[in-house]
Each structure stands twice: as structure tokens, then as C-alpha cells.
T-cell receptor, first 111, second 113 residues
Framework: DTEVTQTPKHLVMGMTNKKSLKCEQHMGHRAMYWYKQKAKKPPELMFVYSYEKLSINESVPSRFSPECPNSSLLNLHLHALQPEDSALYLC??????????FGSGTRLTVV | TQLLEQSPQFLSIQEGENLTVYCNSSSVFSSLQWYRQEPGEGPVLLVTVVTGGEVKKLKRLTFQFGDARKDSSLHITAAQPGDTGLYLC?????????????FGKGTKLSVIP
């Protein structure tokens, strides 16, 4: 299995909702990442998990809360988002600095 | 923050023409990667270059890593409409006990039949 699977593919949520994005990989990669990508912009790093520990938080607002339950799973919990948080959220995994693999993303719309 | 300057940002060419995309930084990277991304999809890795001066070929695509590992280029020979897409360079560097991947702004390529 050489894929990163993200669910859901599309999500529409209100500003008072709580939702979660899920990411799964079975390549044995020990680093997992969340990126945010706005239209016509490159992906921007949000969080890095290394060996299931949060190692990097790129000054992301607390309404985004990551979780790494085990080495194969990565979640992003969303609460009280703003319309400007609408974007494509990408999950990726890698083994050390190699083998980066991205999921297809979750298209999030906040209304 | 490690910055990557990618140019040009937009490129529209006729089928059969050649093109080159550049990626430059003031930082030294552990490795540099090139991705292609289709609308609404995640980036797909094309190649990773690791050694200064390295050249890799992928059919009509040629990737070079600068001797100092601060810059890279992507050259496409005889572009086809199927090459249309967003091309992203990304640098890998280590820090804070993990590896980070930082993207350039991307080059949106349109190949006109």
C-alpha cells in the first residue's frame, strides 16, 4: 500500500460546528504532516508529527487541533472555524526526509 | 522559515516547445523535490534530487540540482498538452527533531495544442 488516504473528500461546515479530518497511511512512515492550501497558492505547513509526537506547530490557531492516535493515523479536529479557513487540507507522510506521499486532500468549506 | 523562489509563476507555450522552470533559495537543503499537482488533488512526487550537481531524467523531463544544493531546474522537452498542470518545487530540511518540506509558489504551465 503506497497511498495516503484522506476522508472526507469534501466537507461543508458551519462556524459553530465541530468536525474532524482523517488521514491514514500503511507505508510504515514515521512522520506525518498537515498542510493547508488556498486556491492558486502552494501548500503551507501546519503541523508535523514525528514518531507520533507533535514536533512542529507553525503558529496555527487553536481552532485547529491535531491528533496522532498511532503511527498510521493522523486527525485534524476543527472547531469554531472562520470562512477564511476554507481551503484544501492535505495530509502527507514520509520516512525521515524521503518518500513524501500526499493524500488527495479534503476540500473544506466553512459557511 | 526556508524560502524557495520559483519562476516563472505562469507559463503558456505551444505544443512541441521546450521550457525550463527554476527554483532558487539562499538555504542549503537536504534534498529538493519536484511535484505536479492537478486541480483538487494532492501533489504527486515527480523526482527527488539529493546530491549537488545531480541530474535526473524522467522521459521528457530533466531535473538538475545545483552544485551548492541551493537551486534546481526542471526542463521539459517537446511539451505536450498532457504536461499542463501546476509544478511545485519543494525543499527538505531538518530541524526541531523532524524534517520539513517547504514549497515554492509553483509554476502554472499551460501547453496549447
Amino acid at each position: 500500500d503506497t497511498e495516503v488516504t484522506q476522508t472526507p473528500k469534501h466537507l461543508v461546515m458551519g462556524m459553530t460546528n465541530k468536525k474532524s479530518l482523517k488521514c491514514e497511511q500503511h507505508m510504515g512512515h514515521r512522520a506525518m504532516y498537515w498542510y493547508k492550501q488556498k486556491a492558486k497558492k502552494p501548500p503551507e505547513l501546519m503541523f508535523v508529527y514525528s514518531y507520533e509526537k507533535l514536533s512542529i506547530n507553525e503558529s496555527v490557531p487553536s481552532r485547529f487541533s491535531p491528533e496522532c492516535p498511532n503511527s498510521s493515523l493522523l486527525n485534524l479536529h476543527l472547531h469554531a472555524l472562520q470562512p477564511e479557513d476554507s481551503a484544501l487540507y492535505l495530509c502527507a507522510s514520509s520516512q525521515e526526509g524521503y518518500g513524501y506521499t500526499f493524500g488527495s486532500g479534503t476540500r473544506l468549506t466553512v459557511v | 522559515t526556508q524560502l524557495l523562489e520559483q519562476s516563472p509563476q505562469f507559463l503558456s507555450i505551444q505544443e512541441g516547445e521546450n521550457l525550463t522552470v527554476y527554483c532558487n533559495s539562499s538555504s542549503v537543503f537536504s534534498s529538493l523535490q519536484w511535484y505536479r499537482q492537478e486541480p483538487g488533488e494532492g501533489p504527486v512526487l515527480l523526482v527527488t534530487v539529493v546530491t549537488g550537481g545531480e541530474v535526473k531524467k524522467l522521459k521528457r523531463l530533466t531535473f538538475q540540482f545545483g552544485d551548492a544544493r541551493k537551486d534546481s531546474s526542471l526542463h521539459i522537452t517537446a511539451a505536450q498538452p498532457g504536461d499542463t498542470g501546476l509544478y511545485l518545487c519543494a525543499g527538505v530540511f531538518s530541524g526541531a527533531g523532524s524534517y520539513q518540506l517547504t514549497f515554492g509558489k509553483g509554476t502554472k504551465l499551460s501547453v496549447i495544442p
